[in-house]
């Protein structure tokens, strides 16, 4: 670069030389409403600890929280994509219950896994792709765009067939069925599934220019599409990639429950969407980590799993999980309101 | 200078908008190594002529040169791949994202596919060092301020290869100090050789900054000049446009009643909004008109919505009448009988889907409440008689506002107010942006309120329609209320002179 | 002639009359209304007796989503209000006393308007998008509906509440006759007050409505809680029909059938101007599709993949792509006069 004039103090006009936790803070402030989550996980912990007198933080519980929620993490993940980008989905849980049908019909066909499971990520993938075009090309509200997808997907799956199908091939099967042991921690390969999709996601959101792409068009639309980026197939993308997780909830919870029934995922969008936000994601796009819905995933998972052990009545579960989202969404209306008003 | 050949030349720029040219045949030139501002007031055509420039927005005719090339650019982004780079007003970066990113976005170092973010820090933070910023470049943008936001803008533009640099109103939010951190880097800039485009309606920093300028006035050149060349009244003169007719001051002045503001309808001390209007006295009188001038920025409008509710008060007392009035919002100013017309008619005026009924009738509707409905055939008389009172064409009553000219959208705003009978009146340009008959209607509208009793302040940027329609003018510069003078007592000129001056404690 | 054919109900309606008449030619029998015991029988009665509670929903969704908002808590708000009233039934000694169900009943509607207006407070006051405030409700609602049968689904018989939905009066079905209440007394509100036209302003331009002195804020509170109570009605005929409080099954997906009609009815999603008589007909419209589905055969499970269609195609038709596409056909044909969208534009120079 050509020369400088050099007689000038080198600092910014507010910046001064920052504490250690100054920096962490400007670095990473928005991850303050994950380590809610994470702090909300350890009280859950400690107050099931305390009321089950010390028969709640052990290996198995936490084991299983992977064994049974594999497909909820799988669908948070594809949620925290179409999120980030400040849109939603609706669909998830349809779309689930019809690749669940989808490999279920086609392996009781005769059909070999090869086949059904790819069908199954594609019928997933498809419908994602008809929400994104819609978004995209048509200027459809996400919200509204993807109510399409969920009834055409939870047509479809009762299209495939109005009851369950029971699945035998032992391929399936294996992959929760198969319990492998490490010490006292057990996993499932529907759960290292689950953890596998996780750090592909934290990868591709993280170090590749898509996944900056995705927290740029939630940042600012306008400012992503000034700055050349690529926001329209971006966009879609989010969706497909939604709807894809989708499918591989799908197989996941096939394997699961060893069958495909057509009512699977009634209100499971819910669900992820309330794991992502608890997790730390804002639902106005480009602030959250895909681990963070992890955390939300286990959050959702562990406090039903207290009220399972206590006997308590389902209902609170949707009271309390409400409650949270209620909370975490003030508390994000109160950074982004700090955030505009310096602006 | 002249010996150099220009760097960006623009010829025969012209924009259309439907009917109307937002950009006329302007010419503009840009060389390396200068600083070039570009003025005028607001629909002069600016933002226009940036937008054709930065590729925002697709000329009608006329041609762009880069060095000598022909060019066009479909999109900002094939611009700044041929080194054109824009900083704007409002700061197009994602607070969400750290500092690094915000710089690199699009363009991001990679190994392997993978985006190197240590790679990225590095090249951030030296880009940063060359505009003499130590920041950490691994912070969010969103938690640093204005200005140091706005100079990450100019370090993403300058770290590709930046030839020019376009600065739209890049000073409207930054202090003091942070302008002359920006100024330094400007300049830095300019001693490499890239040419800047510099927008600005602060007066002083064109004159600090600039070496030459460019005015525009309602889409078309008024001139190039060098700015040492130019006087800064002269400059005014060529912004603000003259136009060719009588200056008739009004015949009426209560001067006794204004002078100790006993009488007054409308009195405010030391009215103070955030970030627009300092310490304000007004006082107006039944049927006085106070004409409002001053610049773009001048502070204007904030005064406009200090006195009607439409901001909220950091510190002063508005005494409507002779009761103290604490307005909280334009609902309560209303119940008082202070009304505002707002300089941005589509954005903040008309609800553009609604019939000009609805539209004349909704504040009075709203004012009475919701269950003491105007009968129809009340609602329908009262609109037609405004409608053929203001001349508002075509007259048709169920016609969606928004299919309206920009004067009759004016003229239903007025007439939604009027319907009020309000004692106070405030209009904050209802002129701009509308054809010529249509505005000396509205001119002597308001004329004619004033002599059946109603008190009116009117804000312009147009000095001569000030000068018409005011008794007394309110000069305002920099967020304050500078003088106060009979309207009488003033020449187009010396109001000028007034509204031009330098203002105190920037030099 | 052109008048009629521009009318925005020209549509809807058409499209309604055509599904009617295509039913009516596949199976005769679809229009036939027979009388027995003073009381009106056939597929078009049925149909309306059971579009009831969804066009109940639905006219409480006009008014929300006109301000430019949108309530997915109706589905919960009904298994609220279904709970509450079969529990203080349930829980009286005489479930068949017409004093108990009216208490019940109006107890039930308190319940819903206190729902709609928690809605409302965390729209129009804390400034939570309308989608994501509801959604907190459209969770927890639920819970709260199962707490307050216990996790069951209470049933009771008690005459006067089931005469709710199966009842007849002056030959007509008595659900029927509540929603003809409703949309009567809601054309009459926008009729003889001003709450239309400062509704539609709200929802068209908020930031001019303020200036222009309209309390913004009240309206829309006001707007979640019509959506409440009525909502809340649709939650008794559900709970009366099936002479049961389910909490689970209450209402589920009615917010999005809901928002369908008033989609049909041709109320932009974006807000302004609405049409109580378009949502009227886009609930008959929705209800007559989903009948002549289970006459084809088509199972009610599957029936979402129309609906799925026909919301696709609603919004492309509605999306501004479109509609641009059609302004450029029409263009070509004839030139366009100086439209609302010069201005704006030239504002923006």
Redesign the interface.
Known sequence: ??A??TA?P??????GR?SVVQ?F??????MMPTFAAVAILILLFIGGEIFLRGDFIKPLTISNLLINYAYLLVLAVGMTFVILTGG?DLSVG?VMAFTGMLGAKLLADGLPVGIAVPAMLLGGAAIGL?IGI?VQ?????P???S??????????A??VS?NSIKVEDPAVLWLQSTRIKVGDWVITPTGIIALITVAIAAFVL????FG??I??I???E???R????KVGRTKIAAYVISGTCAGLAGLLLTAYSNAGY?RNG?GTE?DA??AVVIGGTL??G??GYVLGSMIGVFVYGTIKTIINFMGA???????????L??LF??VQ?AIV?R?EG?? | MDEVRPLLELTGATVRFGADAALDRVDFRLYPGEVHSLMGENGAGKSTLIKAITGALAMDEGELRLAGERVSFATPHEAQASGISTVYQEIELLPNLSVAENVFLGREPRRGGVVSRRLMRERAAAVLEDLGLTLDPASLLGTHSVAVQQLVAIARAISADVRVLVLDEPTSSLDLDEVAELFRVIRELKARGVAILFVSHFLDQVYELADRITVLRDGELVGEYLTGELLRIDLVQKMLGREIGEVRARGRVSEDDAEDGSAAVLRARGVSVAHGVAGADVDLAEGEVLGVAGLLGSGRTSLAHALTGVAHLESGVIRIESTDARLDSPRHAISLGVVYSSENRRRDGIVAELSVVDNITLALQSERGVFRRIPPARRRELAASWVDALDIRPPDLDRPVGTLSGGNQQKVLLARLLALSPRVLVLDEPTRGIDVGAKVEIQNLVSELADNGMSVVFISAELEEVLRVGDRVAVMRDGRIVETVAAADLTTDSLLALVAQPGEGED | MTAVYKHRLFWPIVSLITLIAINAIARPQFIKITMRDGELYGPLISILRESAPLMLVALGMTIVIATRGIDLSVGATMAVSGAVALTIIDGSGDPGNLGTVLTACVVALLVSLVLGAWNGFLVSVVGIQPIIATLVLMLAGRGVALLITGGFITTVNSEPFAFIASGYLVALPFAFLIGVVAIVVMSLVERRTALGVLTEAVGINPEASRLAGVRSRSIIWGAYMVSGVLAGVAGLIYASNIRAADANAAGVFIELYAILAVVLGGTSLNGGKFSIAGTVVGVLIIQTLESSILFLGVSSAQSPVFFGFVVALVVVVQSPRMREGLAALSGRMRSRGPGARNDDKVEVA
Do not use: D, N
Not at chain 1, 206 to 209: A, C, F
Not at chain 1, 226 to 229: E, H, K
């Open positions: 670069m050509a400088m004039t000038r080198k600092s910014g006009p507010s910046e920052p920096t803070l400007s670095r990473h402030g928005g939603i349809s008809f819609l090309y048509f200027g459809v509200q919200f509204i765009a109510l399409a997808g969920l009834f055409l997907g939870r047509g479809l009762f299209i109005l993280h170090l590749t220019r900056r792409t927290y740029a939630g940042g600012s306008q400012s992503a000034l700055m050349g980026l057509p009634i819910l969407i309330a639902l106005t480009g602030r009545e389902q209902a609170w579960m949707q009271i309390i999980v409400g409650s989202l209620l969404i003030v209306r309101a955030a310096r602006r």
